[in-house]
């Protein structure tokens, strides 16, 4: 018999009751605007700000409406002005060159190494052309931030990390999006808290938080926050920073607030399901697994492997042969963008010369979503899956 996966890879675990009730009592009460409390009441999303604070070990911290949103205020409050060549990493997603666009900058793609994480010697060949680097932790695979901030130091990069993909990850100790200077979460459906639509902005500079609560549509009520910086700070910004609108609300930090409380045992359940999937893979003919640093404690809320020098036909026959066998793999290799996967050189909006050794790891890249709705068994039984259909293409000639 063949086995066949009838799970699916997009279906997210239901919001906690806690979180039900919060949302409720929001709904209830009528006060969904952040800034809409009654005397003597603190708000969803100033308590959610400060408990994120705590959490991530940061100074201040912002709620806003999406990850993009948070990564755009970031450039925003670090004063990239538009024409600025800001360095990003060639293997992310589109909201990441996106965010640089929409401030009128221009992106510099930054090669991707074997172990999908930023190529480090590119980067420090291309330092000195920005002033800034939006670091993409893309699919939670963490370079060496030792070595990254050393890079940065020497040529005075300011460096905004996209930790969509890395919330609740460390590297050494160090949480994920607490190196540079501003750290830059996603509160979407398919990250790792589940808002609908959502992000968070931490950061222990005093200046760009009160940039970034301004920039977020603050008005003058930024001293509802309760973590952000003291009223004269605000006072030094607030006549040359706009407004320009992306709170969060109410509802969306009733919900995140429980779910974050949970958010390392999420974690543990993530990376059991991971280390499944790895065990399942490891030793496939023809398939390399990423091995992880010990000094990466990584979130493994998706999976990728590589199908290294493979022929583009071979690639798409295990991707073909699996999906009929309800796998869901998605290749960065293909030449139109499908889906949510695209590649640097599909974002015509920013010019890139070919990057050879990028391309070769692209077009080896498999990436799965682990939603924790599956099931350990659900998890070996991918495996299973991956590995006959990886080793009958491999074996043909
Ligand atoms: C999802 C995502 C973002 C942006 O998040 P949104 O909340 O959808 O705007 C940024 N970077 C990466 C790599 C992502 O996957």
New binding site residues.
């Given amino acids: 018999m063949t086995e066949r996966f009838t799970g699916s890879f997009t279906q997210q675990e239901p919001i906690p009751e806690e979180g039900i009730e919060a949302a409720l009592a929001v709904l209830r009460s009528g006060r969904l605007h952040r800034y809409n409390v009654a005397p003597g009441e603190v708000g969803e999303v100033a308590l959610l700000e400060r408990e994120f604070a705590v959490q991530m070990d940061a100074k201040y911290c912002l709620a806003v409406a ?6 755009a205020t970031a450039l925003r409050a670090v004063g990239v002005a538009p024409g600025e060549p800001v360095l990003t990493n060639a293997f ?2 589109a ?2 060159p996106g ?1 640089i666009a929409s401030v009128g900058a221009v992106p510099v793609f930054v090669g991707v190494s074997e172990a999908l994480t930023i190529d480090l010697e590119d980067l420090a060949a291309k330092a000195g052309r920005a002033k800034v680097l939006m670091l ?4 939670g695979h963490i370079c060496d931030m030792d070595a990254l901030m050393q890079i940065a130091r020497t040529h005075g990069l300011t460096v905004i990390e ?1 930790c ?2 890395t919330m609740g990850a460390s590297w050494n100790g160090v949480k994920s999006g607490r190196h540079g200077a501003v750290g ?1 979460y ?3 459906t ?2 790792h808290v589940n808002s609908g ?3 968070l902005l931490v950061t222990d500079d005093e200046e760009i938080a009160a940039r970034a609560v301004i920039l977020s549509g603050s008005y003058m009520l930024y001293d509802r926050h309760l973590a952000a910086p003291d009223r004269e700070v605000f006072e030094r910004v607030k006549y040359d920073t706009p407004n320009i609108s992306g709170r969060m609300d109410h509802l969306r930090a009733a919900i995140l607030r429980p779910q974050l409380r949970d958010l390392d045992a999420q974690v543990r359940r993530w990376n059991d399901r991971y280390r499944v999937i790895e065990e399942g893979l490891r030793g496939t003919p023809g398939l390399t697994v990423i091995e992880r640093p010990v000094a990466e404690h990584f979130v493994g809320s998706s999976f990728q492997f590589l199908l290294l020098d493979w022929p583009a036909e071979k690639v798409q026959a295990v991707v073909a042969r699996c999906a009929d066998r309800g796998v869901e793999l998605k290749w960065f290799g293909a030449p139109e963008p499908h889906g ?1 996967t695209s590649r640097y050189d599909s974002w015509r909006y920013a010019p890139s010369a070919p990057m050879p050794a990028t391309d070769r790891v692209l077009a080896g890249i498999l990436d799965m979503r682990v939603p924790l709705t599956f099931s350990l068994n659900d998890c070996a039984l991918i495996a299973r899956i991956i590995r006959a259909e990886v080793s009958a293409v491999h074996q043909v000639a």
Avoid: I, N, W
Avoid at 66 to 71: I, M, Q
Avoid at 136 to 139: A, E, F, L, V
């Fill in positions: 999406s990850g993009g949103y948070a990564l992310t997603l909201p990441v965010a993409s932790h893309m699919r996209d969509a993909h830059c996603s509160t979407q398919y990250k639509e959502g992000g949510f």
